[in-house]
């Protein structure tokens, strides 16, 4: 393969800066413009000069790692330069100037994939641990670092495989016809296979949102405080609070670290019935809001009676994942008519009960012992898979040729394949698409 070069650190000014070898012609292409000798022994480090002819660019130090023991299963060199992005150019530029290409998205991962150095599931793992900002998710990611999932879904691809030799054989040799005496049982798997799916599938669906922040929308009729709760949240005044309805009239959203997990919170425009076409554009997108959101903050105002407004909003969500957030517990209070709410004070930062509650409610999961896929592109192979898998077994419960199932269990098994990869047999238009998604340099 070509010897690829790229900074696997950010272009900001930082104490040091990383860049990153990998090829057949790495140890080449660093000794044109090393002013010492670099060896190929591997796990070394060496320091040296990097020269643009006699011109001396910058004092490093060489990380030195031999094939297959490295990240990519291939020579490899990490050059610690300077951390000015000018002095990071420069030697990037040397390099592919003697020989090397600079690295689309992701290539260092995916030639260690397609290497075998790791499933095509520990690379996306990879790709989501980088990406994490938050606590909570690394212990999934650290599961598929473990192969917990790769060893159950290649589990499940084998028996896949086995059956799909047994039918060839049977289209082949018809006079054969172990796959029809086993049909019974083999039907009895089949549906103990989608039923394991249909958990990674559920378990997925829960743990997604913590990848990229719990969404969650504060819903409410003007003025019951909506943005002083969003403030309240934040610990700052970063949103408007004003007696006049409509002041918010867009989705302001920030996002807050607590105990682990990230939120992303959504102040959302009052929702009432106006003829102004500003704010029912505002109102619209708060409607969307709470079709989005993975839970919804219903504020209500404790010191007025419920209107017909609140009626309508608590209809339009009662059917989401909410919680009846009563406020302004520091004025006189007045009956309501909902149950279950939570009592706060956004105006006095007095919402510790709400809090409280929301880190009961998000981490009552275990990460660390759930086998989940890592993004809803796998859940849909895995969807699909299920549905070739009862199409399958539909056509073995009505004795349809084997000639025309096959095809089901076929279009199943390179759909699981997908998710935790075999270098040769998947979608390579999949796998250049997955792999674009990584940053530079990895």
């Known amino acids: 393969m070509e010897t690829i070069v790229a900074s696997a650190t950010p272009n900001l000014i930082s104490a040091i800066h990383i860049i990153r070898i990998s090829g057949d012609d790495a140890y080449k292409i660093i000794n044109k413009i090393s002013k010492a000798k670099i060896s190929k022994i591997g796990y070394r480090m060496q320091r040296t000069i990097i020269l643009d002819k006699d011109k001396e660019i910058d004092d490093v130090i060489i990380l030195k790692y031999l094939k297959p023991k490295s990240y990519t299963g291939e020579d490899m060199i990490e050059i610690c330069c300077h951390g000015s992005p000018f002095i990071t150019k420069k030697i990037i530029e040397l390099l592919i100037k003697n020989g090397c290409r600079y690295a689309k998205n992701g290539e260092f991962t995916k030639r ?8 095509l599931s520990k690379a996306k793992a990879i790709n989501n641990m980088i990406k994490t900002n938050s606590e909570l998710p690394i212990n999934v990611c650290n599961n598929f670092f473990k192969n917990k999932l790769d060893e159950q879904i290649k589990k499940i691809t084998e028996y896949i495989f086995n059956i799909l030799g047994k039918m060839e054989v049977n289209i082949d040799y018809p ?3 172990d796959f029809y005496q086993s049909k019974t049982e083999i039907s009895k798997k089949i549906k103990s296979v989608i039923n394991k799916l249909n958990l990674i599938i559920k378990s997925t669906k829960r743990i997604i949102p913590y990848f990229d922040g719990i969404k969650i929308a504060i819903v409410g009729k003007p003025n019951v405080g909506k943005s ?6 934040l610990n700052e005044q ?3 609070v004003s007696p006049t309805p409509g002041t918010t009239r867009d989705i302001i959203s920030h996002s807050v670290l607590i105990n682990g997990i990230l939120y992303n919170f959504l102040d959302t425009a009052g929702i009432y019935k106006t003829k102004d076409k500003i704010e029912n554009l505002g109102i619209n997108l708060s409607k ?3 079709r989005n959101a993975d839970l919804i903050f219903f ?5 007025k009676k419920d209107t017909k407004e609140d009626n309508e909003i608590f209809n339009f969500i009662k059917n989401k994942n909410y919680i009846i957030v009563n406020n302004k517990t520091d004025l006189k209070q007045v009956k309501k008519n ?3 709410f939570i009592n706060i004070s956004a105006k006095n930062n007095d919402i510790e009960n709400l809090i409280k509650w929301l880190v009961r409610k998000t981490t009552k999961i275990n990460f660390s012992n759930r086998n989940v896929l890592l993004n809803m592109e796998d859940v849909s192979f895995a969807e699909k898979a299920i549905n070739e898998l009862n199409n399958f077994n539909n056509g073995l419960k009505n004795n349809i040729s084997i000639d025309l199932i096959i095809e089901n269990l076929r279009n199943a098994y390179y759909l699981l394949i997908n998710i935790i990869g075999d270098p040769g047999m998947e979608n390579h238009e999949y796998i250049d698409k997955l792999f674009k998604n990584f940053c530079i340099g990895k």
């Not at 260690?112 to 499933?119: A, C, D, H, R, T």
């Not at 002083?228 to 949240?233: G, R």
């Not at 504020?299 to 010191?303: E, R």
Request: charged share 25%; net charge negative.
């Open 299 to 303: 504020v209500i105002d404790g010191s």
């Open 112 to 119: 260690s994939y397609l290497n075998n150095k790791i499933s």
């Open 288 to 290: 969307e809001a709470i």
């Open 175 to 177: 006079e054969y016809d």
């Open 228 to 233: 002083s709760l969003m403030n309240a949240l």
């Open 238 to 240: 970063k949103v408007i």
């Open 338 to 340: 909902y149950k279950n």
